[in-house]
């Protein structure tokens, strides 16, 4: 008998020419009698934009619901925003891929059929994937304060760079004068860290780097520490102000602001099919090792 499996639907509010990935995920799930809750905001996006059938789901708003899965609908983006929604609740999450490339969301819509025959066989993957904490000294976060891909400190217009004085573990690493410093677990190596020449970290490393944006010194080289070692930041600014941004979600922060970062106590569970490889994907996605000369 098949089992009853809960599933919790994120998604992508911005393309509505590509609801009929929706249409065929709903009609997979539905041919299986899976329950089905659906965010409110995209529940609403569906209603409005598309012509999609929402007979029979469920709509919860905010954090407040409960599943066996999340599946993500859409890029990456897409996925953050739905692991900051899941939180401490450890949901293993699906990333569907209807965005570009797709390091997180990495099933493509036509291997959604497959996907689905290998979870309910129970045959697949869930990584467990450590997220960083930031804590502010004397201001509090309006947003979410935990990153699964990075926690970047950047200067916050187009004034002169910022100076970032760091430390690990209450020990003076070096002080930093660039546009910003982004800090990265292994599972956003391959995003902005790497856009700013942040070294690739394999997911099971138990590490995290450290990488200057655009430094004024060339003698200034990305760092990798291990992930339970504490990092506290000290930013000087010339306006007096800088950005914190965490998954891409930002805030303006005063200057005098101490920053902590650290292991949060939990872990972003990520859905991969058994046959994933990091390796294979680096190769598949970004074209690792290619020869052009061939």
């Known amino acids: 008998m098949q089992q009853t499996l809960r599933f919790a639907l994120f998604g992508n509010t911005y393309q509505e020419h590509k609801s009929a990935h929706v249409t065929h995920l709903l009609e997979i799930l539905r041919r299986r009698k899976a329950q089905i809750c659906i965010s409110n905001e995209f529940y609403d996006f569906l209603r409005n934009h598309t012509k999609a059938d929402l007979s029979g789901l469920e709509v919860f708003e905010g954090n407040n619901f409960s599943a066996d899965m999340v599946l993500s609908i859409g890029g990456d983006g897409t996925f953050l925003k739905a692991a ?4 401490k609740k450890e ?3 699906l990333g ?3 965005g ?3 390091f997180l969301a990495d099933v493509l819509p036509d291997q959604m059929e497959d996907a689905f025959d290998e979870i309910y066989q129970g045959n697949y993957l869930a990584e467990p994937r450590r997220v960083l904490k930031l804590t502010c000294n004397g201001h509090v976060l309006k947003g979410y304060p935990y990153g699964l891909n990075e926690i970047a400190v950047l200067k916050r217009d187009t004034s002169s760079m910022i100076t970032i004085h760091a430390y690990i573990n209450g020990e003076p690493l070096n002080v930093y004068q660039a ?5 990265s677990t292994p599972t956003g190596s391959t995003g902005y860290s790497l856009s700013v020449g942040g070294p690739i970290l394999v997911p099971q490393s138990g590490t995290i780097s450290l990488t200057a944006v655009a430094p004024h010194s060339l003698n200034v080289r990305p760092i990798v520490i291990r992930d339970d070692w504490e990092i506290t930041l000290d930013v000087e600014s010339r306006s007096h102000n800088f950005l914190i941004a965490v998954d891409g979600r ?4 005063r200057e005098g602001t101490r920053l902590t ?5 939990y872990y972003v569970r990520i859905v991969k099919r058994c046959h994933h490889s990091f390796f294979n994907t680096l190769r598949e996605k970004m074209m690792w090792g290619m020869d052009g000369r061939n």
């Open 84 to 87: 900051s929604r899941v939180g």
């Open 91 to 93: 949901i293993p999450i």
């Open 250 to 253: 930002s805030e303006t922060c």
């Open 261 to 265: 970062i650290k292991r949060a106590d």
């Open 179 to 183: 546009d910003g410093l982004v800090i």
């Open 100 to 102: 570009r490339l797709g």
């Open 96 to 98: 569907i891929n209807t």
